[in-house]
C-alpha cells in the first residue's frame, strides 16, 4: 500500500493564479481531511470528507474548494491565490471517524508558496 | 478551541525524561499525540479516550485526566530519535467531532 500520496510535492504560483493539490489514498478509508501548517504552527483544517459526495468546511476554508467524487481522491483547489496561502499543505485520511478513536494517517505534504 | 501546549520548547540529554502538556478550556471526548520531525509529515503516536485512560507504548506514555480536561505525555529515558515536534490534537465532547492541533513542543534530545 503506497498510503496517503500528495502531488505535487513543490510548487510556486504567483498572485491569483489557481491550481489544485492533489491527494490519493488506497487504504480505503472513508474519511479525509485537508490541513495547512504555516511555519512554525500547528494544523489548521480546511475541509474535511466523510465519504463520497460529501464534504464539510473545517476551520480556514475561505479562499479553496474541494470535491470528493471517490473514495480514493480528495483534490483541493485554491482559486485566486494569494500569498497568505503559503503553507505546507497535508492530506489525511482515516477508516473512521477521528472521534471515535481512530488515527489519522498523513500524506508527505505538498509546500506552496505564493508571490 | 485550540488546546494549549506546553513547554514551547524542550532541550534534553540522552536518557533524561520529559512531559509534555495539552490542556483544554472546553470538555474534551478524546486526545491525539503525533510527533512531526522537520520537513516530514506527522506520525501518530497514540489516542487517550475520555475515561481517563493512561496508554504507553516503549519508553513514551501518556494520560488524560477528564476532570482537569489535561493531557500529558510522558517521553522517558530519551533517545536521539525523539527529536521532533510534538503535537496534541483534541476532540470536543460536543460540537463537531474535528480534530483541533495544538502549537506544537519542540523536543531537541542531543548527544
Known amino acids: 500500500n503506497a498510503g496517503v500520496t500528495q502531488t505535487p510535492k513543490f510548487r510556486i504560483l504567483k498572485i491569483g493564479q489557481s491550481m489544485t493539490l492533489q491527494c490519493t489514498q488506497d487504504?480505503?478509508?472513508?474519511?479525509m481531511y485537508w490541513y495547512r501548517q504555516d511555519p512554525g504552527m500547528g494544523l489548521k483544517l480546511i475541509y474535511y470528507?466523510?465519504?463520497?459526495?460529501?464534504?464539510d468546511k473545517g476551520e480556514v476554508p475561505n479562499g479553496y474548494n474541494v470535491s470528493r467524487s471517490t473514495t480514493e481522491d480528495f483534490p483541493l483547489r485554491l482559486e485566486l491565490a494569494a500569498p497568505s496561502q503559503t503553507s505546507v499543505y497535508f492530506c489525511?485520511?482515516?477508516?473512521?471517524?477521528?472521534?471515535?478513536?481512530?488515527?489519522?494517517?498523513f500524506g508527505p505534504g505538498t509546500r506552496l508558496t505564493v508571490l | 478551541q485550540q488546546p494549549v501546549q506546553s513547554p514551547q520548547a524542550v532541550i534534553l540529554r540522552e536518557g533524561e525524561d520529559a512531559v509534555i502538556n495539552c490542556s483544554s478550556s472546553?470538555?474534551?471526548?478524546?486526545v491525539h499525540w503525533y510527533r512531526q520531525k522537520h520537513g516530514e509529515a506527522p506520525v501518530f503516536l497514540m489516542i487517550l479516550l475520555k475515561g481517563g485512560e493512561q496508554k504507553g507504548h516503549d519508553k513514551i506514555s501518556a494520560s488524560f485526566n477528564e476532570k482537569k480536561q489535561q493531557s500529558s505525555l510522558y517521553l522517558t529515558a530519551s533517545q536521539l530519535s525523539y527529536s521532533g515536534t510534538y503535537f496534541c490534537?483534541?476532540?470536543?465532547?460536543?460540537?463537531?467531532?474535528?480534530?483541533?492541533f495544538g502549537s506544537g513542543t519542540r523536543l531537541q534530545v542531543q548527544p
Open positions: 487504504m480505503n478509508h472513508n474519511y
Open positions: 470528507s466523510v465519504g463520497a459526495g460529501i464534504t
Open positions: 472546553k470538555a474534551l471526548y478524546s
Open positions: 489525511a485520511s482515516s477508516y473512521s471517524p477521528t472521534s471515535g478513536g481512530n488515527e489519522q494517517f
Open positions: 490534537g483534541t476532540v470536543m465532547d460536543t460540537g463537531r467531532r474535528a480534530l483541533t
